[in-house]
């Protein structure tokens, strides 16, 4: 078992770009090759800004190549914490945003031709009385307060029959989220990034800002002096630069693939080729690949150490939701790092007026990415008002500093362990 994942093995090949040799004057500079900063450069060069995006490894290194390809509605957080935070006028059209971000992936891929498996189509799962009740809330929130009608609830019967598995107490069907081939997105964008006459540099990573009027990126064999810098490094970032570190804190997650499924089980496990997430802390997220295998992922590791032999425990846990899956082959087994912040809300500002970033999608990043980058090149050309409805959302820094991750593990056990008691009820 490699680290390799599956979207790698079976997604088109990316030929290597150059890495960065020598000086170049730029109007904008990313850093990061994920979709944050890919989006960013697609949206900034079609902007007509001359760009240039560093990235440390391959495109896709980080979460955006390794995650679940689940398109999410909303945030990481509900719609009551925004509500909270800002008010009910800003939440909507933070709401609004939200699904303006699943729309356009749509309207990128049939734009720039991209083949990326895309599908509609989403259970939210209860597997206990409290989470469907919070499934319900959620129902009612999103169709009443935010007018989103595309939603139905589904009690145990018709949740086992559009799942496969008769574990769950209830679910929340919903059209507007669905899945896609991350990596095949992701490259797709890379391409129409270039086409828009953005340069695309892999190995390069960024070791040094300096920060000024025209902030200078240093890498090991060259240089990019810019007008302004877009730090799209999320949970791979690390203390590049110091202020935003500790906003957010990374998890590492974990995702395998099932050798392909018989036609009998294909026919049984999600009929209507819906993406499912459950409602634990802790979450299960699956859904079929087109090649008809189950892509399972699940896990968190809170505390920065590595996931032991996740390939065994996620076939433990799925055996947990379909039984007659308990001996099926993991021909794939990755992890990945996502960012997290306090709230879960998104964390979007600047450094200094002509820096940049966006982070800490906190599990929502498959959509959010695009509305990031959307944003920040709107605010690069003068209109900052949506990007600001972000930069203004009350985020802090994670307690603990250094050892926020230790701090954090400990807060989470707590929800892991009424997970576990909820299942009892
Ligand atoms: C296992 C897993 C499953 C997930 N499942 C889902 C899901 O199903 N749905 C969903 O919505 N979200 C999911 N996520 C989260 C989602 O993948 C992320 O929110 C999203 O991909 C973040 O994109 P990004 O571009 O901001 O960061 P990343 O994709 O992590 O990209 C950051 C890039 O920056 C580069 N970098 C960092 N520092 C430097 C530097 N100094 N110089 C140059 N380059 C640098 C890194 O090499 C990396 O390629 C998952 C994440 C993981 C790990």
Not at 173 to 181: A, D, F, T, V, Y
């Amino acid at each position: 078992m490699t680290d390799l994942t599956y979207y790698h093995a079976t997604t088109p090949e990316f030929e290597q770009r150059p890495s960065l040799a020598g000086e170049i004057d730029a109007d904008a500079c990313i850093v990061g090759g994920g979709l944050t900063g890919v989006c960013a450069a697609l949206q900034l060069a079609e902007r007509g800004y001359s760009t240039v995006l560093l990235e440390a490894g391959r495109i896709g290194d980080g979460a955006s190549g390794r995650n679940g390809g689940q398109i999410v509605m909303g945030y990481g957080c509900d719609m009551t914490t925004f509500e909270r935070a800002v008010g009910r006028e800003a939440a909507k059209t933070i709401w609004q945003m939200g699904t303006e971000a699943v729309t356009d992936i749509n309207l990128r891929i049939e734009r720039h031709g991209i083949a990326a498996d895309y599908r509609r189509g989403y259970l939210h799962a209860a597997l206990n009385a409290r989470q469907a009740g919070g499934l319900l809330e959620l129902a009612e929130s999103w169709s009443g307060t935010y007018g989103f009608a595309d939603i139905r609830m589904l009690d145990a019967g018709d949740t086992a029959a559009a799942t496969g598995s008769d574990i769950y107490r209830a679910a929340l069907l919903e059209r507007g989220s669905g899945h896609i081939n991350p990596l095949a997105y992701l490259r797709g964008l890379a391409r129409a990034a270039e086409n828009a006459g953005a340069r695309l540099f892999e190995a390069s990573r960024v070791t040094c800002l300096q920060r000024g009027t025209r902030p200078v990126l240093e890498t090991a064999r060259g240089r990019v002096t810019a007008r302004m810098v877009v730090l799209a490094g999320n949970a791979y970032l690390g203390g590049l630069v110091p202020e935003i570190e500790y906003r957010i804190a990374p998890v590492l997650s974990a995702v395998a693939a099932t050798a392909p499924l018989t036609a009998d089980q294909q026919a049984r496990i999600l009929p209507g080729n819906e993406a499912v997430a459950d409602s634990n802390t802790a979450l299960n997220y699956f859904r079929k690949t087109p090649d008809g295998r189950l892509l399972f992922g699940g896990l968190a590791s809170y505390s920065g150490r590595p996931l032991n032999n996740a390939s065994a425990a996620l076939r433990k846990r799925m055996a947990g939701v379909y039984p007659e899956l308990s001996n099926i082959d993991m021909e794939y087994c990755w992890s990945g790092k996502l960012a997290i912040t306090v709230t879960r809300m998104p964390d979007f500002g600047r450094v200094d007026s002509n820096i940049y970033y966006a982070q800490g999608l906190s599990g929502h990043g498959v959509a959010l990415t695009g509305l990031a980058g959307k944003l920040i090149a709107e605010a690069a050309a003068g209109d900052a008002e949506r990007f600001d409805v972000f930069s203004r959302l009350p985020n802090y820094r994670f307690p603990g500093g250094p050892a926020r991750q230790a701090v954090l593990a400990l807060g989470m056990a707590w929800f892991k362990l009424r997970d576990m008691v909820g299942l009892s009820k």
